[in-house]
């Protein structure tokens, strides 16, 4: 059975810094693809982050660039986004999310086959 199991949410003030991770099991990590999506409230879910098997190529939402960092650890079966400079906008519930199409760092949620249950995230300003 896939897990994907989200943590390190929490609340900061605008400009903090958040570290999110997302531990897999039940799957061959190194053979997926990963990524960050978000969820606030009355809208739809957001692509934010995603990265290759190897780490080799990302994805970011405009944006997010320069202020998060999607990373990964295959020996920890561990998915990780750093998020700094965080702002009242960036309030949502993050979901992580595997494809098995490892090559690829999508921005499209139907590609992916696994979901995390969700980590709340809230900036206040």
């Known amino acids: 059975q896939v897990q994907l199991v989200e943590s390190g949410g929490g609340l900061v003030q605008a400009g903090g810094s958040l570290r999110l991770s997302c531990a897999a099991s039940g799957l061959t990590f190194r053979n997926y693809a990963m990524a960050w999506f978000r969820q606030a409230p009355g809208k739809e879910r957001e692509f934010v982050a995603a990265?290759?098997?190897?780490?080799?190529?990302?994805n970011y939402l405009d944006s997010v660039k320069g202020r998060f960092t999607i990373s990964r650890d295959n020996a920890k079966n561990t998915v990780f986004l750093q998020m700094n400079s965080l702002k009242p906008e960036d309030t949502a519930v993050y979901y992580c999310?595997?494809?098995?199409?490892?090559?690829?760092?999508?921005?499209?949620?139907?590609?992916?086959?696994?979901w995390g249950q969700g980590t709340q995230v809230t900036v206040s300003s």
């Open positions: 990265l290759t098997w190897s780490g080799g190529w990302t």
């Open positions: 999310a595997a494809d098995r199409a490892y090559s690829r760092a999508s921005d499209r949620a139907a590609d992916y086959d696994y």
